[in-house]
Protein backbone atom coordinates (compact mmCIF):
# COMPACT_ATOMS: atom_id res chain seq x y z
CA UNK A 1 0.00 0.00 0.00
CA UNK A 2 1.15 3.80 -0.60
CA UNK A 3 0.69 6.52 1.87
CA UNK A 4 1.34 10.16 1.27
CA UNK A 5 1.74 11.32 4.73
CA UNK A 6 1.03 14.51 3.85
CA UNK A 7 -2.32 14.39 2.98
CA UNK A 8 -3.67 15.30 6.44
CA UNK A 9 -6.68 17.36 6.98
CA UNK A 10 -5.09 20.27 5.64
CA UNK A 11 -6.82 23.11 5.43
CA UNK A 12 -6.79 25.23 1.52
CA UNK A 13 -6.84 28.62 1.20
CA UNK A 14 -9.30 30.13 -1.17
CA UNK A 15 -12.11 27.30 0.17
CA UNK A 16 -13.63 28.98 3.43
CA UNK A 17 -10.48 27.17 5.14
CA UNK A 18 -12.71 23.83 4.69
CA UNK A 19 -10.59 20.68 5.44
CA UNK A 20 -9.71 18.65 2.47
CA UNK A 21 -11.63 15.14 1.60
CA UNK A 22 -9.34 12.10 2.80
CA UNK A 23 -9.06 9.63 -0.25
CA UNK A 24 -8.34 6.09 -0.45
CA UNK A 25 -7.95 4.21 -4.06
CA UNK A 26 -7.93 0.26 -4.68
CA UNK A 27 -7.42 -0.83 -7.69
CA UNK A 28 -4.70 -3.85 -9.02
CA UNK A 29 -4.32 -2.21 -12.26
CA UNK A 30 -1.82 0.60 -12.05
CA UNK A 31 -2.86 2.21 -14.72
CA UNK A 32 -6.37 2.76 -13.88
CA UNK A 33 -4.67 3.39 -10.30
CA UNK A 34 -2.19 6.31 -11.46
CA UNK A 35 -5.14 7.96 -13.85
CA UNK A 36 -7.23 8.37 -10.37
CA UNK A 37 -4.43 9.09 -8.38
CA UNK A 38 -3.01 11.77 -10.21
CA UNK A 39 -6.88 13.37 -10.44
CA UNK A 40 -7.54 13.57 -6.79
CA UNK A 41 -3.77 14.97 -6.30
CA UNK A 42 -4.78 17.48 -8.85
CA UNK A 43 -8.09 18.67 -7.11
CA UNK A 44 -7.78 21.50 -4.87
CA UNK A 45 -9.98 20.14 -2.56
CA UNK A 46 -9.32 16.55 -2.20
CA UNK A 47 -6.29 14.81 -0.17
CA UNK A 48 -4.90 11.36 -1.69
CA UNK A 49 -3.85 9.85 1.27
CA UNK A 50 -2.98 6.63 -0.49
CA UNK A 51 -3.75 3.90 -2.76
CA UNK A 52 -4.29 0.14 -2.14
CA UNK A 53 -3.71 -3.35 -4.47
CA UNK A 54 -4.98 -5.89 -2.32
CA UNK A 55 -7.79 -6.59 0.63
CA UNK A 56 -5.23 -6.30 3.26
CA UNK A 57 -4.29 -2.73 2.26
CA UNK A 58 -7.49 -1.72 1.47
CA UNK A 59 -8.89 -2.44 5.24
CA UNK A 60 -5.87 -0.24 6.71
CA UNK A 61 -6.54 2.27 4.32
CA UNK A 62 -10.45 2.87 5.35
CA UNK A 63 -9.39 3.83 8.93
CA UNK A 64 -7.45 6.86 7.54
CA UNK A 65 -9.86 8.27 5.04
CA UNK A 66 -13.14 9.66 4.38
CA UNK A 67 -14.58 8.33 0.74
CA UNK A 68 -13.01 5.05 -0.32
CA UNK A 69 -12.89 4.41 -4.18
CA UNK A 70 -12.38 0.61 -4.78
CA UNK A 71 -12.67 -1.50 -7.56
CA UNK A 72 -15.30 -4.41 -7.46
CA UNK A 73 -12.60 -6.70 -9.21
CA UNK A 74 -9.51 -7.61 -7.12
CA UNK A 75 -7.35 -10.67 -8.17
CA UNK A 76 -9.84 -12.01 -10.36
CA UNK A 77 -13.12 -12.11 -7.31
CA UNK A 78 -15.21 -9.69 -6.41
CA UNK A 79 -13.42 -8.52 -3.34
CA UNK A 80 -14.59 -5.11 -2.98
CA UNK A 81 -17.98 -6.36 -2.18
CA UNK A 82 -16.36 -8.53 0.37
CA UNK A 83 -14.24 -4.82 1.56
CA UNK A 84 -17.99 -2.88 1.98
CA UNK A 85 -19.70 -6.24 3.79
CA UNK A 86 -16.85 -5.93 6.30
CA UNK A 87 -16.86 -2.19 6.72
CA UNK A 88 -20.24 -2.14 7.61
CA UNK A 89 -20.40 -5.64 9.62
CA UNK A 90 -21.26 -4.65 12.81
CA UNK A 91 -19.85 -7.82 14.53
CA UNK A 92 -15.97 -6.98 13.29
CA UNK A 93 -16.07 -4.41 16.04
CA UNK A 94 -14.68 -1.42 14.48
CA UNK A 95 -13.72 1.35 16.40
CA UNK A 96 -14.03 3.84 13.64
CA UNK A 97 -16.12 5.46 11.41
CA UNK A 98 -16.56 3.13 7.82
CA UNK A 99 -15.88 5.79 5.07
CA UNK A 100 -18.19 6.25 1.82
CA UNK A 101 -17.30 3.60 -0.52
CA UNK A 102 -17.48 4.32 -4.40
CA UNK A 103 -17.48 0.99 -6.42
CA UNK A 104 -15.82 1.10 -9.55
CA UNK A 105 -16.55 -1.97 -12.20
CA UNK A 106 -16.46 -2.73 -15.92
CA UNK A 107 -19.80 -5.53 -15.06
CA UNK A 108 -22.63 -3.16 -14.59
CA UNK A 109 -25.28 -6.46 -14.26
CA UNK A 110 -28.39 -5.20 -12.46
CA UNK A 111 -27.42 -8.06 -9.62
CA UNK A 112 -23.97 -6.56 -9.16
CA UNK A 113 -25.32 -2.85 -8.53
CA UNK A 114 -28.12 -4.70 -5.64
CA UNK A 115 -25.42 -6.36 -3.83
CA UNK A 116 -23.74 -2.97 -3.87
CA UNK A 117 -26.77 -0.75 -2.36
CA UNK A 118 -27.42 -3.82 -0.02
CA UNK A 119 -23.95 -3.78 1.63
CA UNK A 120 -23.97 0.16 2.32
CA UNK A 121 -21.84 1.64 -0.98
CA UNK A 122 -22.49 5.05 -0.96
CA UNK A 123 -22.14 5.43 -4.88
CA UNK A 124 -21.39 2.75 -8.18
CA UNK A 125 -19.76 3.96 -11.19
CA UNK A 126 -18.68 2.77 -14.53
CA UNK A 127 -14.79 1.56 -14.53
CA UNK A 128 -14.65 3.49 -18.02
CA UNK A 129 -16.05 6.78 -16.54
CA UNK A 130 -14.52 9.80 -17.08
CA UNK A 131 -11.69 11.09 -13.86
CA UNK A 132 -14.31 14.39 -13.78
CA UNK A 133 -17.01 12.29 -12.87
CA UNK A 134 -15.03 10.01 -10.43
CA UNK A 135 -13.83 13.44 -8.83
CA UNK A 136 -16.98 14.50 -8.70
CA UNK A 137 -18.85 11.31 -7.40
CA UNK A 138 -16.10 11.95 -4.68
CA UNK A 139 -17.39 15.19 -3.56
CA UNK A 140 -21.11 14.15 -3.57
CA UNK A 141 -20.53 10.94 -1.34
CA UNK A 142 -18.25 12.92 0.88
CA UNK A 143 -21.29 15.07 1.77
CA UNK A 144 -23.24 12.66 2.53
CA UNK A 145 -24.88 12.08 -1.14
CA UNK A 146 -24.92 8.69 -3.27
CA UNK A 147 -23.95 8.23 -6.88
CA UNK A 148 -26.21 5.85 -8.67
CA UNK A 149 -27.91 6.28 -11.64
CA UNK A 150 -32.00 6.01 -12.27
CA UNK A 151 -31.55 3.29 -14.70
CA UNK A 152 -29.10 1.63 -12.45
CA UNK A 153 -31.37 1.89 -9.56
CA UNK A 154 -34.41 0.75 -11.36
CA UNK A 155 -33.27 -2.57 -12.28
CA UNK A 156 -31.63 -3.27 -9.21
CA UNK A 157 -35.02 -3.67 -7.76
CA UNK A 158 -35.81 -6.94 -9.97
CA UNK A 159 -32.31 -8.08 -9.70
CA UNK A 160 -31.72 -11.83 -8.59
CA UNK A 161 -29.38 -11.40 -5.72
CA UNK A 162 -26.03 -12.62 -5.32
CA UNK A 163 -24.89 -15.76 -4.53
CA UNK A 164 -23.14 -16.22 -0.82
CA UNK A 165 -19.21 -16.37 -0.95
CA UNK A 166 -19.20 -19.96 -0.45
CA UNK A 167 -22.24 -20.77 -3.39
CA UNK A 168 -19.59 -18.51 -5.21
CA UNK A 169 -17.02 -20.80 -4.61
CA UNK A 170 -19.33 -23.71 -5.69
CA UNK A 171 -19.99 -22.02 -9.29
CA UNK A 172 -16.46 -21.50 -9.83
CA UNK A 173 -15.55 -24.97 -9.43
CA UNK A 174 -18.72 -25.98 -11.38
CA UNK A 175 -18.24 -23.97 -14.57
CA UNK A 176 -14.39 -25.36 -14.42
CA UNK A 177 -15.81 -28.82 -14.77
CA UNK A 178 -15.42 -30.56 -11.38
CA UNK A 179 -17.69 -32.89 -10.39
CA UNK A 180 -19.56 -32.68 -6.88
CA UNK A 181 -17.14 -34.92 -5.58
CA UNK A 182 -14.05 -33.10 -6.67
CA UNK A 183 -15.82 -29.88 -5.83
CA UNK A 184 -16.24 -31.26 -2.26
CA UNK A 185 -12.64 -31.98 -1.74
CA UNK A 186 -11.71 -28.77 -3.13
CA UNK A 187 -13.55 -26.72 -0.87
CA UNK A 188 -13.21 -29.32 2.35
CA UNK A 189 -16.66 -29.68 2.45
CA UNK A 190 -19.06 -33.17 2.14
CA UNK A 191 -20.58 -34.49 -1.13
CA UNK A 192 -23.97 -34.14 0.21
CA UNK A 193 -23.42 -30.39 1.40
CA UNK A 194 -22.26 -29.63 -2.22
CA UNK A 195 -25.59 -31.40 -4.01
CA UNK A 196 -27.15 -29.13 -1.31
CA UNK A 197 -25.51 -26.07 -2.04
CA UNK A 198 -26.45 -27.00 -6.03
CA UNK A 199 -30.30 -27.94 -4.91
CA UNK A 200 -30.48 -24.41 -3.44
CA UNK A 201 -29.18 -22.44 -6.49
CA UNK A 202 -31.54 -24.07 -8.79
CA UNK A 203 -34.22 -23.86 -7.09
CA UNK A 204 -33.76 -20.23 -6.20
CA UNK A 205 -32.76 -19.44 -9.65
CA UNK A 206 -35.34 -21.34 -11.35
CA UNK A 207 -32.28 -23.72 -13.18
CA UNK A 208 -32.30 -26.87 -14.23
CA UNK A 209 -28.79 -27.76 -14.92
CA UNK A 210 -25.17 -26.98 -14.60
CA UNK A 211 -24.84 -25.31 -17.88
CA UNK A 212 -27.56 -23.05 -17.39
CA UNK A 213 -26.01 -22.07 -13.69
CA UNK A 214 -22.71 -21.60 -15.33
CA UNK A 215 -24.35 -19.19 -18.11
CA UNK A 216 -26.44 -17.36 -15.37
CA UNK A 217 -23.26 -16.83 -13.16
CA UNK A 218 -20.88 -15.59 -16.33
CA UNK A 219 -23.93 -13.39 -17.94
CA UNK A 220 -24.60 -11.96 -13.96
CA UNK A 221 -20.63 -10.99 -13.66
CA UNK A 222 -20.63 -13.50 -10.45
CA UNK A 223 -17.77 -14.60 -12.20
CA UNK A 224 -14.97 -13.71 -14.70
CA UNK A 225 -14.61 -16.88 -16.67
CA UNK A 226 -16.35 -16.91 -20.35
CA UNK A 227 -19.45 -18.31 -21.10
CA UNK A 228 -19.25 -21.65 -21.59
CA UNK A 229 -20.40 -23.29 -24.79
CA UNK A 230 -24.13 -24.90 -24.94
Not at 59 to 72: M, N, Y
Not at 170 to 186: H, K, P, Q, Y
Not at 191 to 218: K, M, N, P, Q
Amino acid sequence: MTLHHDAEMTPIVGHDLAPRIRVGLVDDHPTVLASVAAAVEASGDLALVGTAQTTDDAFRLATDVDVLVCDVQLDGHAEGLRILEALHDPRTGATFRPPAVILLSGFQQPSLVRAAIERGAAGFLDKSAELDTIIAAIRTVAAGGTVYTAAALQLSRTARRRPSDRELEVIDLVIGGSTNAEVAIGLGLSERTVESHLRRLFDRYGLLSRVELAVLAIDEGWTTDRRPEL
